[in-house]
């Protein structure tokens, strides 16, 4: 590259101010020299490079990843991370010692060597100064994540005091041997804090906030130079030191590691993929290659564990690095990690492929009438396929020498569309040659949502550029079948099953649907949810509508619009907009869940829906009551939710067809010689449940 001499200087002789990672899934690295650059994780695309101050010394990132923080000693500035412009700056500040961000953004505060803390509010840019306690030197600070207007204060006198930002009191107080400099909160109102220098001893320390508990954290054989509690997981706090290890440390009360071992069926990190089929459901985060099994009736059935033991033997952490295709027959699934690797599972027979690809970032199940018929995977600048049944490699295409950014696919369909930098390539599935190519408007610009559709049995293909207003819809084939629908602060996005009409969500908990026959909004609801729509979708026949916003909140509406005349799930979906129920916009409200976390992923089979949550849970709502529920259309058409930690301890049900058996693990099935060994194994997991009696339970 053109600035190879500016990389080496920042990373061999320039030394990192930070580095942190938003839950946009963009991680950030500041260096000393003001050098700010942005990548998506986890492919590691570089999406932005700026400069800051010219000298950076603190940074600090708010949780969504939209704002950044950096500082040194006589100035602060934050930083609008999607296009890197300030948004404000403070300069002749003096003697500036450590900063921080509330977790939604909107405040900043940085603390002055023995000049108190100056709180800054980043939506009317008003600042306040709390002079605190002059007296003694501030070493560190923290605030707390529920928007308390609390803030921690590390002193060099071995204290750290809890001060609320509204009234300048001090609400609490503790010491620790050593002078702290490192503080971390939790949601759980836990105060991690670590002292550094001549009584450094390598222990956290854990003191409670309102009951006064502590708990002291002891494991680390060096200096603990981070420390941070993990986003979702409540009190689970991760340590990394100098001896070379980065731990983690679940349950203030025991102090322990985290066991895994008892919690099999649990994400530990947010479920950013759920997906459904006729018989089975599977979730999966993209952090660790471990996808979760289920049934319709959210019953955990089994896990898949694609890590490669050569790979793991070497320490290095995997991760998934394009999302898990389901077949429609639940038969087969697709997905690569990052150990170069593909994995084809056949969960009906228990076989498994593992195909070697370098740098493969995204997979999909080419899909004929329910059936896995071939597998595409994008490597760079090539295409590759597959066959699903034996591994063999049948074509591999190279349309352009630069990379392919996004690739897309549909059910049943026969195209698929890469999407270039400059240009949109389609290209026969079937035939794997090159149809047209379609010029970008927005070149070079990152797609954060693109995607096929059937529209008046034609192929379709949306597409959205990030921090634009509208949204792009178009033929595969024609150059007339174009239209750009509002946009606006568009936070979700959902095309319904028949292609013809569309929901936008936005930043401020509003929905629009757009009928793309008539080009005319159908419905328009302001303020469907009190905060930003994270997920939304359509039910098949077009009968339901499920949003979800960043609070957990999930509810469930009757469209008033297209022909939902058909049944859904084997009942009149007619009758379950009829009744007493909040009419707004088209839409009719009929029922909601408030969940224990955000909703990050949604999908939906028939009349179940499946909601993945930042906390590592998985939910499963019924649409429609059984037959005989005491439940009226109204009172609640979203009910029923279940965890899986509930599922698991809760539930006496067996699932009637397990693709592992418990004796048998995913490695196991890997090392298995020969298909008859597999089939061996499957009859006598069907013998053995043959002994048992399985019954089934739902909980209310």
């Given at each position: 590259?053109?600035?190879?001499?500016?990389?080496?200087?920042?990373?061999?002789?320039?030394?990192?101010?930070?580095?942190?990672?938003?839950?946009?899934?963009?991680?950030?690295?500041?260096?000393?020299?003001?050098?700010?650059?942005?990548?998506?994780?986890?492919?590691?695309?570089?999406?932005?490079?700026?400069?800051?101050?010219?000298?950076?010394?603190?940074?600090?990132?708010?949780?969504?990843?939209?704002?950044?923080?950096?500082?040194?000693?006589?100035?602060?500035?934050?930083?609008?991370?999607?296009?890197?412009?300030?948004?404000?700056?403070?300069?002749?500040?003096?003697?500036v010692v450590?900063?921080?961000?509330?977790?939604?953004?909107?405040?900043?505060?940085?603390?002055?060597?023995?000049?108190?803390?100056?709180?800054?509010?980043?939506?009317?840019?008003?600042?306040?100064?709390?002079?605190?306690?002059?007296?003694?030197?501030?070493?560190?600070?923290?605030?707390?994540?529920?928007?308390?207007?609390?803030?921690?204060?590390a002193?060099?006198?071995?204290?750290?005091?809890?001060?609320?930002?509204?009234?300048?009191?001090t609400?609490?107080?503790?010491?620790?041997?050593?002078?702290?400099?490192?503080?971390?909160?939790?949601?759980?109102?836990?105060?991690?804090?670590?002292?550094?220098?001549?009584?450094?001893?390598?222990i956290?320390?854990?003191?409670?906030?309102?009951?006064q508990?502590?708990?002291?954290?002891?494991?680390?054989?060096?200096?603990?130079?981070?420390?941070?509690?993990?986003?979702?997981?409540?009190?689970?706090?991760?340590?990394?030191s100098?001896?070379?290890?980065?731990?983690?440390?679940?349950?203030?009360?025991?102090?322990?590691?985290?066991?895994?071992?008892?919690?099999?069926?649990?994400?530990?990190?947010?479920?950013?993929?759920?997906?459904?089929?006729?018989?089975?459901?599977?979730?999966?985060?993209?952090?660790?290659?471990?996808?979760?099994?289920?049934?319709?009736?959210?019953?955990?059935?089994?896990?898949?564990?694609?890590?490669?033991?050569?790979?793991?033997?070497?320490?290095?952490?995997?991760?998934?690095?394009?999302?898990?295709?389901?077949?429609?027959?639940g038969?087969?699934?697709?997905?690569?990690?990052?150990?170069?690797?593909?994995?084809?599972?056949?969960?009906?027979?228990?076989?498994?492929?593992?195909?070697?690809?370098?740098?493969?970032?995204?997979?999909?199940?080419?899909?004929?009438?329910?059936?896995?018929?071939?597998?595409?995977?994008?490597?760079?600048?090539?295409?590759?396929?597959?066959?699903?049944?034996?591994?063999?490699?049948?074509?591999?295409?190279?349309?352009?020498?630069t990379?392919?950014?996004?690739?897309?696919?549909?059910?049943?369909?026969?195209?698929?569309?890469?999407?270039?930098d400059?240009?949109?390539?389609?290209?026969?599935?079937?035939?794997?040659?090159?149809?047209?190519d379609?010029?970008?408007?927005?070149?070079?610009?990152?797609?954060?949502?693109?995607?096929?559709?059937?529209?008046?049995?034609?192929?379709?293909?949306?597409?959205?550029?990030?921090?634009?207003?509208?949204?792009?819809?178009?033929?595969?084939?024609?150059?007339?079948?174009?239209?750009?629908?509002?946009?606006?602060?568009?936070?979700?996005?959902?095309?319904?099953?028949?292609?013809?009409?569309?929901?936008?969500?936005?930043?401020?908990?509003?929905?629009?649907?757009?009928?793309?026959?008539?080009?005319?909004?159908?419905?328009?609801?302001?303020?469907?949810?009190?905060?930003?729509?994270?997920?939304?979708?359509?039910?098949?026949?077009?009968?339901?509508?499920?949003?979800?916003?960043?609070?957990?909140?999930?509810?469930?509406?009757?469209?008033?619009?297209?022909?939902?005349?058909?049944?859904?799930?084997?009942?009149?979906?007619?009758?379950?907009?009829?009744?007493?129920n909040?009419?707004?916009?088209?839409?009719?409200?009929l029922?909601?869940?408030?969940?224990?976390?955000?909703?990050?992923?949604?999908?939906?089979?028939?009349?179940v829906?499946?909601?993945?949550?930042?906390?590592?849970?998985?939910?499963?709502?019924?649409?429609?009551?059984?037959?005989?529920?005491?439940?009226?259309?109204?009172?609640?058409?979203?009910?029923?939710?279940?965890?899986?930690?509930?599922?698991?301890?809760?539930?006496?049900?067996?699932?009637?067809?397990?693709?592992?058996?418990?004796?048998?693990?995913?490695?196991?099935?890997?090392?298995?010689?020969?298909?008859?060994?597999?089939?061996?194994?499957?009859?006598?997991?069907?013998?053995?449940?043959?002994?048992?009696?399985?019954?089934?339970?739902?909980?209310?």
């Open positions: 590259d053109d600035d190879d001499d500016d990389d080496n200087l920042e990373g061999d002789l320039v030394k990192v101010a930070g580095m942190c990672i938003g839950d946009n899934l963009k991680g950030f690295c500041v260096w000393r020299n003001g050098i700010v650059k942005v990548w998506v994780l986890p492919a590691g695309d570089e999406i932005l490079k700026f400069q800051a101050q010219l000298e950076v010394n603190y940074i600090a990132l708010s949780r969504s990843g939209e704002f950044l923080v950096t500082a040194n000693s006589d100035s602060i500035a934050v930083w609008d991370t999607s296009n890197g412009r300030p948004v404000i700056t403070r300069e002749d500040l003096g003697n450590a900063v921080c961000i509330s977790e939604d953004g909107s405040t900043v505060v940085l603390a002055k060597k023995l000049g108190g803390v100056i709180v800054v509010d980043l939506r009317s840019g008003s600042q306040v100064n709390i002079p605190l306690d002059k007296s003694e030197p501030v070493t560190s600070i923290a605030m707390d994540p529920l928007g308390r207007k609390l803030l921690f204060v002193y060099v006198s071995e204290a750290v005091k809890m001060y609320d930002l509204r009234t300048h009191k609400l609490m107080a503790f010491s620790q041997n050593g002078s702290v400099d490192l503080l971390a909160v939790s949601y759980g109102m836990w105060c991690a804090s670590v002292a550094h220098g001549s009584h450094a001893d390598a956290i320390q854990l003191q409670h906030a309102q009951t508990d502590r708990q002291l954290f002891s494991g680390h054989v060096g200096d603990i130079n981070s420390i941070h509690f993990h986003p979702s997981l409540r009190d689970c706090l991760v340590s990394a100098s001896d070379e290890t980065i731990r983690t440390w679940y349950s203030p009360g025991s102090g322990q590691n985290i066991d895994t071992s008892q919690q099999a069926h649990r994400h530990f990190d947010a479920v950013d993929i759920v997906e459904t089929s006729s018989s089975t459901t599977i979730s999966a985060s993209s952090s660790k290659p471990v996808i979760q099994i289920w049934s319709h009736e959210g019953e955990w059935v089994d896990f898949l564990d694609l890590t490669n033991e050569d790979y793991a033997e070497t320490g290095c952490l995997c991760h998934l690095t394009s999302p898990v295709s389901l077949s429609s027959d038969a087969v699934l697709c997905t690569s990690t990052s150990n170069n690797r593909v994995h084809c599972v056949n969960l009906d027979r228990n076989e498994s492929l593992q195909l070697a690809i370098d740098h493969v970032h995204s997979t999909h199940l080419l899909i004929e009438d329910g059936r896995a018929k071939m597998i595409v995977a994008v490597s760079g600048t090539l295409l590759y396929f597959f066959d699903p049944a034996t591994g063999q490699e049948l074509h591999v295409l190279e349309v352009e020498k990379p392919i950014r996004k690739m897309a696919l549909m059910e049943n369909g026969s195209f698929l569309v890469c999407a270039y400059h240009k949109y390539v389609v290209v026969d599935a079937c035939s794997c040659t090159v149809v047209r379609i010029v970008r408007h927005s070149p070079g610009q990152e797609i954060s949502h693109f995607g096929l559709f059937l529209h008046n049995r034609a192929q379709w293909f949306y597409s959205y550029i990030v921090n634009t207003t509208s949204i792009v819809l178009r033929s595969l084939v024609s150059d007339d079948e174009y239209m750009e629908l509002d946009a606006m602060d568009m936070s979700s996005f959902c095309v319904s099953k028949s292609g013809g009409f569309v929901a936008v969500c936005s930043d401020g908990g509003n929905v629009t649907v757009w009928d793309i026959e008539s080009e005319s909004k159908c419905a328009e609801l302001v303020g469907a949810h009190a905060s930003r729509i994270t997920q939304c979708i359509f039910s098949q026949f077009l009968s339901f509508f499920i949003t979800a916003d960043d609070s957990g909140v999930i509810r469930c509406w009757g469209c008033l619009f297209g022909d939902n005349e058909a049944n859904e799930g084997g009942r009149s979906a007619k009758a379950s907009v009829s009744g007493d909040e009419l707004m916009g088209g839409l009719r409200l029922g909601e869940e408030k969940c224990d976390s955000e909703i990050t992923s949604i999908a939906i089979q028939k009349d829906v499946v909601i993945g949550m930042k906390n590592g849970l998985v939910g499963h709502f019924n649409l429609l009551p059984p037959q005989n529920a005491e439940i009226n259309f109204g009172e609640s058409s979203l009910y029923n939710i279940v965890d899986t930690v509930q599922r698991f301890h809760k539930s006496k049900a067996k699932a009637k067809k397990r693709p592992f058996s418990k004796k048998e693990t995913y490695a196991d099935l890997l090392r298995a010689s020969s298909t008859r060994q597999l089939v061996d194994l499957e009859q006598e997991m069907h013998d053995q449940n043959a002994t048992s009696c399985c019954s089934s339970c739902i909980l209310v």
